[in-house]
């Protein structure tokens, strides 16, 4: 497939705010699906993410998508980064949003890839919102959020019957240089805490929380690339946690948990960073037999010993 040069140039937009469009007939777009590319190790993605990376005509994707994930993208497959530049310049949203529709108005078949899951803080529902207004097909492919990967990888149950009877999400993003949280909600009891995006406000956060009334005791880790060789876990509590960080100097995208369970970690650690593949590594080495969408049903049933 080759890419119309014009591609590039996003934003071409008519007088009434509409995308200038040359294919009209709705028979020849392509379809976009939108892929979770998991936290990083390769191994976590879905076999359907790794057949689409292995048939698509343009991968389009961001900073949080590991190397090691785009590594599997077929050889020759157009990739087209959209996450910050050295300058620190991220593609704004709607450019994104207008790029894949021109992608797949040219017919192409885009995998629209992401960090962890699309719909988990990774404004996938944004970006199918414009294709569905523009009538464009499309797929949503779930991958493993960080909330679920880097808690495994870091040795922490997320719920625990003895501690955490259940799990809030909730993004630790800065608005106006504050951080503006349901705070009521974050320090309930037999509760743990994921917070996304939370490095930059972690002092702020785990001061709000023993304000509203958290044990300053209260068990909470950082885990920075989870699941990756680069995997660090920094643990302490509400009150030492933020000064353990800064003299780790983690990088981002660092994760945060909150709750008794953390301490579960002293027991259940079971990952080494230098160790990508733990798990396949000792299993004995067979060649990847994809399966095509049509014997996808045979392929689970040979797998499974049927
Ligand atoms: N859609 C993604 C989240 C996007 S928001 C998902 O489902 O995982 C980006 C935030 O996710 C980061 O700031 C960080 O808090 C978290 N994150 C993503 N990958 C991570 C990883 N490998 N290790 C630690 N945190 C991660």
């Known amino acids: 497939m080759t890419l119309d040069s014009n591609i590039f140039n996003i934003g071409d937009y008519s007088s009434d705010g509409n995308i200038v469009n040359n294919v009209v007939d709705s028979s020849n777009y392509g379809e976009v699906f939108l892929v979770g590319a ?5 191994e976590l993605l879905t076999i359907r993410a790794l057949r689409l990376l292995q048939s698509a005509d ?3 994707y961001d900073a949080l998508v590991s190397e090691d994930v785009m590594a599997l993208v077929h050889e020759g497959t157009e990739q087209i980064y959209v996450g910050k530049t050295r300058a620190n310049h991220t593609l704004p949203q709607d450019e994104i949003n207008t790029l894949l529709i021109k992608l797949a108005l040219q017919g192409c078949n885009v995998v629209r890839l992401k960090g962890g899951d699309p719909f988990i803080f990774g404004r996938g529902g944004e970006e ?13 492919v779930p991958g493993i959020s960080a909330a ?9 149950p997320l719920t625990h019957r003895d501690y955490a ?16 949280l349901d705070w009521a909600a974050l320090t309930r009891p037999h509760q743990t805490v994921v917070i996304y995006m939370g490095l930059g406000g972690l ?43 800064i003299a780790a100097q983690l990088k981002s995208p660092c994760l ?18 230098k160790d990508i593949s733990a798990v396949a590594d000792k299993l004995e080495s067979r060649d990847l037999n ?8 045979t392929y689970i049933l040979n797998t499974i010993g049927y």
Not at 38 to 42: C, F, L, S
Not at 207 to 219: C, E, F, R, T, V
Not at 290 to 297: A, G, I, R
């Open 38 to 42: 998991g936290p990083g190790d390769p």
């Open 58 to 60: 343009v991968v389009v």
């Open 128 to 140: 199918i919102e414009t294709l569905a207004a523009w009538g464009i097909p499309f797929q949503v």
């Open 148 to 156: 679920n990967g880097v808690s495994s990888y870091a040795g922490i």
């Open 165 to 180: 009877q259940s799990v809030l999400y909730t993004t630790g993003h800065l608005k106006d240089g504050t951080v503006n």
């Open 203 to 245: 002092a702020e956060i785990c001061n709000n929380m023993i304000a509203h009334g958290q044990s300053p005791d209260l068990p909470a880790a950082v885990v920075q690339q989870g699941t990756t060789k680069n995997q660090k876990v920094v643990i302490g509590t509400l009150a030492t946690l933020s000064n353990l960080v």
């Open 256 to 273: 945060i948990i909150v709750g008794e369970v953390v301490k579960l970690r002293e027991k259940l650690a079971w990952f080494e960073p």
């Open 290 to 297: 994809l399966p095509t969408n049509s014997d996808t049903e």
